[in-house]
């Protein structure tokens, strides 16, 4: 397992100096004017004790000139110190939480870039801690990192005053340094695998708990809600032990490290009350090493908290990389579809593949040579048995991933020459799996686009669900749950296909998407697209992947898949004669759906 080092831990946080460079400084400063009057506070209390408190011993009584003169001192150090707190703590605050914020961002930024390829290769739980728990590790050293460069400004003037004060004492208390370094080298030896796995095991424990999440109706409707939370229970488990195995390491080294300065302390007032008592030093000065060293003391611990941080910081930070990283990203043009015709009218575009050749890994192709055209505002329906590739084909026309081979046109314009956002402002597609938002009816269907009211309910209507928005308690302004809990299958189908139609696609891919209706109102939609979109010169291209009899007898022409590649292309009609492969599966469901009937009869 790959550990940590100090020299990892520290170019993580010169990524975070070099953004953030004026905030750090700022922060800094502020640390370093912190740490300066900490040491003044050691000069005062070696000057109070040497030109006023001992001379009160010996003379009985001390002048009100002095007393006021220490107090104003001290008061002035203090007021100082709080001024250095504030713009340590305040700089410190801003840079971290501005560094989370942008590489959240980045984030993002590169979830969306990336390819859906690549979304598959990667769990989601693992796509969530990335963009959360490993951010925030990354930069978690942030916070006492101002501290820690500002009080070395302290350590240096306080070990300066030390041997000035006396050199034999200080260097008793510079023994403490490489027991510190020793320390924290021990520390990232034993603690960095294993925060390496707590990070990896949280990525996972986010994981199970999605899947889960997502498949709560099957868990529950067969009765699986003890082995699942065996399974999260099992690696939570996982999760604690090991927190706990490197929390017991961190309990050791903090103590430890706190334990080395006192340590220090105790060796240095033993000394030094020898050396006065011989002659060899004066008592102000002991007590001002002794304090010095206690200050001395504040800046190992802040650079430990530091350290401490850093196995965390840098596997998050590699995590997070590892993302940034990462390659495949859809290259574009700068081509653009018409959105309009000339007399305000959106027209069909014409869809083309030619050779198209596609594999999800090299050995397994999924497609291979697939050509075939549709012409401007018809509808073309594509029917294959299950695994033959049609779903994948949407997912092609839409560039959701590029084909390994061949080409994909839109109005002759091959996919990877349109702009960024482009090929979307023409083509819809509406997919197996309906997502519904935790939002209002409105938001669903217009995603945050600039739809009038009257826009959205004729996409309602056009998909069939008019009639049951208006029945929603508030219409449009109702909200749908998460997942669209409040709605049937159905119903979440047609949100979905009404989402796609309000944006006058000019080809428009249903994949399987009215499964969940009834046959009487997939009817009904697919009308209605046709007259809505379709069929005739000037409306929308339709591609829809289908299994049912009607629907498919609804195209113009029929693409038989199988095995992904084309066995024949044609009218239903003609299919069905020419083609026995074609016809034995569109009649399937229409000989099953008999033998059924057959059955409740006979019963």
Same mark, same amino acid.
Do not use: D, E
């Given at each position: 397992m790959e550990r940590a080092s100090t020299m990892d831990g520290l170019k993580v946080l010169a990524v975070a100096i070099r953004r953030e460079p004026w905030i750090f400084t700022l922060?800094?400063?502020?640390?370093?004017l912190f740490g300066a009057l900490t040491v003044a506070d050691a000069w005062v209390l070696g000057w109070s004790t040497d030109h006023v408190?001992?001379? *009160?011993?010996? +003379? !009985?009584?001390?002048?009100?000139?002095?007393?006021?003169?220490v107090v104003a001192l001290f008061v002035a150090v203090a007021i100082g110190r709080a001024v250095g707190v504030i713009a340590r703590r305040l700089g410190a605050g801003v840079m971290q939480y501005r560094m989370q914020a942008h590489y959240r961002r980045a984030v993002t930024r590169q979830y969306l870039r990336l390819p859906l390829a690549w979304?598959? *290769?990667?769990? +989601? !739980?693992?796509?969530?801690?990335n963009a959360n728990a490993d951010v925030e590790a990354a930069w978690a050293p942030i916070a006492p990192l101002p501290m820690a460069v500002g009080t070395i400004a302290m350590m240096v003037i306080a070990v300066a005053q030390m041997f000035l004060a006396d050199t034999v004492l200080a260097c008793l208390g510079m023994l403490v340094f490489p027991a510190v370094i020793l320390t924290n080298l021990a520390y990232q030896r034993r603690a960095s695998p294993l925060i390496t796995r707590a990070q990896q095991l949280r990525a996972e424990l986010s994981e199970v708990a999605h899947e889960s999440f997502d498949g709560a109706l099957v868990v529950k409707t067969l009765g699986r809600e003890g082995e699942e939370t065996d399974r999260f229970a099992a690696k939570a488990r996982e999760l604690r032990d090991t927190n706990i195995r490197a929390g017991r390491i961190r309990a050791a080294f903090d103590p430890t490290l706190a334990a080395l300065p006192d340590i220090g302390v105790l060796v240095v007032l033993s000394v030094g009350v020898i050396r006065v008592l011989h002659g060899h030093a004066a008592a102000g000065d002991v007590v001002q090493i002794g304090y010095l060293l206690t200050i001395v003391a504040f800046p190992i611990r802040s650079l430990g908290w530091v350290l401490g941080e850093f196995p965390r910081s840098v596997v998050g930070f590699r995590r997070v990389q590892h993302v940034l990283d990462a390659t495949g990203g859809l290259e574009y043009g700068d081509e653009r579809l018409p959105a309009l015709s000339g007399d305000g009218?959106?027209?069909?575009?014409?869809?083309e593949l030619d050779g198209v050749a596609f594999a999800y890994e090299p050995q397994q192709p999924l497609l291979s040579g697939v050509t075939f055209e549709v012409a401007a505002g018809r509808t073309v329906a594509i029917v294959g048995p299950t695994a033959s590739g049609k779903s994948t084909l949407t997912t092609l026309m839409s560039r959701l991933v590029d084909p390994d081979a061949g080409r994909i046109s839109v109005d002759g314009i091959d996919l990877r020459e349109f702009a960024p956002g482009a090929l979307a402002e023409a083509v819809s597609v509406v997919p197996q799996t309906a997502f519904v938002f935790d939002d209002t009816v409105r938001d669903n269907v217009t995603l945050g686009g600039e739809y009038a009211d009257d826009e959205v309910w004729a996409a309602l209507r056009a998909a069939q669900a008019d009639g049951f928005v208006a029945a929603l308690p508030r219409g449009l302004d109702t909200r749908l749950g998460e997942r669209g809990t409040s709605l049937s299958g159905g119903q979440r189908q047609r949100i979905s296909l009404a989402r796609a139609l309000v944006r006058r696609p000019r080809l428009l891919i249903l994949d399987d998407a009215t499964s969940a209706v009834d046959p009487e109102v997939e009817q009904r939609i697919l009308a209605a697209l046709r007259g809505a979109t379709g069929a005739s010169e000037g409306g929308a291209t339709l591609v829809v992947v289908a299994y049912r009899k009607a629907t498919i007898a609804l195209a113009d022409e029929v693409v038989h898949l199988d095995g992904g590649r084309i066995l024949a292309c044609g009218t239903h009609e003609q299919l069905l004669v020419t083609s026995p492969a074609y016809a034995e599966l569109v009649n399937a469901y229409e000989t099953e759906l008999d033998e059924l009937a057959e059955t409740e009869v006979e019963r």
């Open positions: 922060s800094t400063v502020g640390s370093a408190i001992l001379p *009160a011993f010996r +003379t !009985g009584h001390i002048g009100t000139g002095w007393l006021i003169a979304h598959q *290769a990667h769990p +989601t !739980g693992q796509l969530l801690s009218i959106r027209g069909g575009a014409r869809l």
